[in-house]
C-alpha cells in the first residue's frame, strides 16, 4: 500500500459505520462487511470490523493483523499498535510485523516500549539480510534516543506553535501551504472531496478568514490540483497535477508537474513539464523554486529510477531569460539528503542558505521529522533534525517560513489537545518565533542624474552577493514613486541595483556586517539617461563618436553604507540622503552575438559566421573579467566569446565556434566538470543569430 503522505494527497473516506449496536453481528458477518468495505478503501471502517470479528474469534490471528493493517494505514497509530500487539510475535506469519509494531508505538509517543520490541525483534531476526535489517533498527532506535533527549530539553522556547482554525482546517486533509505574504496563506485541501488549492487571508485582528477557492487559476476537470510554489516575481507558477487509480478514495499514485504562468490579472493554461521531468509510472511531485541569478532551481520530490530509496529530492534548472520549459535533466540531491527511505516537501530558504525537506529514512522521533542543510543543488552540509515542536511522534512535513521570517507553517497528522484528537489527516499549523525578530532593510530612492527627481517605475532588484562576488537573485520591485525597501540579514553581503528604459542601470554593494547596532542600510541611486552629453536622445550614449550598445561595468553610486539605530525594535525610515554623484565611467562592451574572437591562441578556428554552428554557454554575468582566473582552464579549449544581453543587462561568456552538434557534445562533460560552469548547456547558430539551446 502505497504510504499517503509521501504522495501528498489523502483524501480516504471516514463515513464510518457504527460498530457499536452491531455486537449481535456474528464474526463472519463482521468479516464480510470488513472485507467489503476494504476493497471500497473505507479502512477506517473495515478496521473496526475485523477488530470486532477478532474479539469474537480470538484464535484467528489474521482478522487481529488484517484489523492493524487498516489503522496504519490510515495512521490511526494507537489503535494499530493496540491489536497488532495480538500477533507482534509472529513474524513467520506476517513478515516484518514485529518491526512494523515497534514504529505504531514510536509513532504513538511510546518511545521507551518501540525501544523495547526494536530490540527484540531484531534479536529474533534471521533473514539474509539481517544487516541492512539491522541498521535500520539501529536508526530507529537512535530516534527513540533522540526522543529522550528532546523530551529532557523541552520545546524550542523560541518557537510558539498554533493548531490553525477551522477556517482553513477541516475534518479532510490540509497540506501545501503556500505564504505568498504575512497575511495571505495559499494551500491544498480535499475538503471538496478532491485536492484544489484555496487561499485565505488574515485580518487586522490577526484571525485567518473562510478559506476560498483561487480566482482566475485554470481550472483543474477530475484531478486533483495541489502542491504549489511561485517564482520570486510571481510570474510563474509550479503545482502538481495527480491521479487517483484506485477504484474509490484518493490515495494518489501519480502525480506530475505542471507550470502556469501569469499574464495580466489571469494565468495560462497549465503546461505540463518535459517527459524526463514527468517520467512514467513514477510520482513527480512538490515543486519548489527558487531563483539564483539568471537560473532558476526547481527542487522536487520523485521516486524516479536512480534514486537512493523510495521518495528521493532532486532538482533542475533552466534559465530565466528563456520562456521555454527547457529545463536540465533532474539531478538527485545526493546522500546527505537522500537515504533508503522516502525525502518529501523541499523548501529552499533563499536567506539563509538552507534547504528544508521532510524524511524517514534519517534519525526521527516519528515518521516524517522535518530536516535542514545548508548548501544548494546537490553540495549539501550534514543534515540536522529542527527538533521540537515542530517535529512530532507524528508526521511533519511541509516545513515553510513566511516572507518577512518571523514564522511560517507546517503541516502535521499529530493530535493536538481538543482541536485534533487523532492522527488520521493532516492539519496545517502556524508557528511564530517568540522573541522579536530584528528586521533589518535595505531602503532607499532612486533619482534621474539629470534632473535630481525621483523616477517612477522603476525596477528595483536586490542581489545577495558572494565571497567570489557572484550575486545570487533574490528579490526584484516595480516601484511607481522611486523608493525601494527589502528585507535583508545581517553579515551579509548585497547589491542593489535599479533599471528603467531610457536610463542607463544604477547598482551599489553593501555590506551588513558588524552593525548590531543598526538594521537600516540603503542610499539613493542615481540613473542617468540615454542621450546625456551629446548622445541621441532615444538611445545610449556617443564616445568619440561611436553608440555603446551598453556600459560594460555599473558604477557604484554611494561610498557609505546609511546606517540608523534602532530602538525598541523599530526601524525609523532615515532621511534622504543625496551623497556626491560620482565620476562617469564609460567602458565599451562588447556587441550582441557578436562571432569576433575576444580571447585568440595559436590553436583556436577562425569564427563561423553562416550557416548551422554551435557554442558552448559556460557562465552569464552582469560583469566578465576576462583574466579572471575561472577561466584559465577553457581557455585553450575553444576562443571565449562574450555575447551581451541587453533584455537581462547580462553577459554571456560561450565557448566558440562547433561546427557540429557532437564537437560541441564532445567538449561539454569536460566544461561541466569545472568549478562555477555545472550548468553549461549548448547552443545553436543560424546565420548568425542565436536558436535553440541543448542541454545534453
Request: some cysteine; glycine content about 8%; proline content about 4%.
Amino acid at each position: 500500500m502505497k504510504n499517503p503522505v509521501i504522495l501528498s494527497i489523502i483524501a480516504i473516506a471516514l463515513l464510518a459505520f457504527n460498530v457499536q449496536g452491531q455486537d449481535n453481528l456474528s464474526w463472519k458477518k463482521h468479516v464480510k462487511l470488513a472485507d467489503e468495505l476494504y476493497a471500497k478503501a473505507q479502512y477506517a471502517d473495515a478496521g473496526e470490523h475485523y477488530r470486532a470479528a477478532f474479539k469474537q474469534k480470538t484464535k484467528k490471528k489474521e482478522l487481529a493483523y488484517k484489523a492493524g493493517e487498516c489503522f496504519f494505514t490510515i495512521r490511526d497509530y494507537r489503535n494499530a499498535a493496540e491489536v497488532w500487539k495480538n500477533v507482534k510475535d509472529d513474524n513467520a506469519t506476517y513478515p516484518l510485523i514485529g518491526l512494523r509494531y515497534a514504529r505504531a508505538l514510536k509513532q504513538n509517543g511510546e518511545h521507551e516500549a518501540a525501544s523495547s520490541e526494536f530490540v527484540k525483534f531484531l534479536g529474533n531476526y534471521n533473514g539474509t539480510d539481517k544487516v541492512a535489517m539491522s541498521q535500520t533498527v539501529q536508526t530507529e532506535l537512535r530516534g527513540c534516543e533522540l526522543a529522550a533527549q528532546f523530551t529532557m530539553k523541552g520545546d524550542d522556547p523560541n518557537i510558539v506553535l498554533e493548531h490553525l482554525s477551522s477556517n482553513i482546517n477541516t475534518p479532510e486533509t490540509e497540506f501545501g501551504p503556500i505564504p505568498f505574504s504575512d497575511e495571505a496563506l495559499y494551500f491544498s485541501s480535499t475538503m471538496a472531496k478532491r485536492a484544489e488549492i484555496y487561499r485565505t487571508i488574515k485580518s487586522s485582528g490577526g484571525d485567518w478568514g473562510k478559506a476560498q477557492p483561487i480566482d482566475n487559476f485554470p481550472v483543474i476537470a477530475g484531478d486533483h490540483f495541489c502542491n504549489g510554489s511561485l517564482t520570486p516575481d510571481n510570474s510563474r507558477f509550479y503545482f502538481t497535477i495527480c491521479k487517483s487509480e484506485e477504484k474509490w478514495g484518493g490515495l494518489t499514485t501519480h502525480c506530475e508537474i505542471y507550470v502556469t504562468r501569469r499574464v495580466g490579472k489571469t494565468w495560462t493554461s497549465p503546461e505540463r513539464l518535459p517527459d524526463y521531468i514527468n517520467e512514467k509510472n513514477v510520482s513527480t511531485t512538490q515543486p519548489n523554486v527558487m531563483q539564483d541569478g539568471n537560473t532558476e532551481i526547481l527542487y522536487f520530490s520523485s521516486n524516479r529510477n536512480g534514486g537512493m530509496g523510495g521518495m528521493d529530492i532532486w532538482y533542475t534548472t533552466r534559465e530565466i531569460s528563456s520562456n521555454a520549459n527547457d529545463f536540465t535533466l533532474p539531478i538527485n540531491a545526493g546522500s546527505r539528503i537522500n537515504t533508503k527511505g522516502d525525502e518529501i516537501t523541499p523548501f529552499y530558504d533563499k536567506i539563509e542558505g538552507n534547504l528544508y525537506f521532510s524524511s524517514n529514512g534519517a534519525v526521527s522521533i516519528g515518521g516524517f521529522d522535518i530536516f535542514k542543510t545548508k548548501g544548494a543543488k546537490s553540495q549539501w552540509q550534514t543534515a540536522e533534525n529542527i527538533g521540537t515542536p515542530l517535529n512530532s511522534p507524528a508526521d511533519d512535513f511541509s516545513f515553510v517560513k513566511t516572507p518577512s521570517g518571523r514564522g511560517g507553517f507546517v503541516v502535521s497528522n499529530r493530535s493536538y489537545g481538543m482541536n485534533k484528537v487523532n492522527t488520521t489527516d493532516e492539519d496545517i499549523f502556524g508557528f511564530t518565533y517568540e522573541t522579536p525578530v530584528v528586521q533589518y532593510a535595505a531602503r532607499g530612492e532612486v533619482f534621474s542624474k539629470a534632473s535630481r527627481e525621483m523616477l517612477e517605475d522603476v525596477e528595483v532588484a536586490i542581489y545577495e552577493v558572494d565571497d567570489r562576488g557572484q550575486r545570487r537573485f533574490l528579490k526584484k520591485i516595480v516601484s511607481n514613486n522611486g523608493q525601494y525597501d527589502f528585507v535583508v540579514e545581517p553579515s551579509r553581503k548585497y547589491a542593489l541595483e535599479a533599471s528603467k528604459d531610457g536610463f542607463f542601470p544604477a547598482s551599489y554593494n553593501f555590506d551588513s556586517n558588524d552593525f548590531a547596532n543598526y538594521t537600516d542600510f540603503g542610499a539613493p541611486l542615481y540613473m542617468e539617461p540615454y542621450g546625456v552629453g551629446g548622445g541621441d536622445e532615444d538611445g545610449p550614449m556617443k564616445e568619440d563618436g561611436k553608440k555603446l550598445a551598453e556600459k560594460d561595468a555599473v558604477k557604484e553610486v554611494a561610498k557609505e553604507t546609511v546606517k540608523v539605530a534602532v530602538t525598541n525594535n523599530e526601524t525609523p525610515m532615515k532621511e534622504a540622503m543625496k551623497p556626491e554623484a560620482p565620476k562617469k565611467e564609460v567602458a565599451k562592451p562588447e556587441a550582441a552575438n557578436t562571432t569576433k574572437a575576444k580571447t585568440t591562441s595559436p590553436n583556436m578556428a577562425a569564427p563561423i559566421t553562416s550557416g548551422t554552428y554551435y557554442k558552448i554557454q559556460i557562465i552569464a554575468l552582469k560583469n566578465v573579467d576576462m583574466g579572471h582566473s575561472r577561466f584559465a582552464n577553457v581557455k585553450n579549449m575553444r576562443r571565449i566569446d562574450k555575447e551581451f544581453f541587453a533584455d537581462r543587462k547580462l553577459y554571456r561568456v560561450m565557448l566558440a565556434d562547433y561546427a557540429t552538434l557532437e564537437e560541441a557534445q564532445a567538449d561539454l562533460p569536460a566544461v561541466r566538470s569545472l568549478k562555477d560552469f555545472g550548468d553549461a548547456f549548448i547552443v545553436e547558430y543560424k546565420n548568425g543569430e542565436r536558436g535553440e539551446t541543448i542541454t545534453q
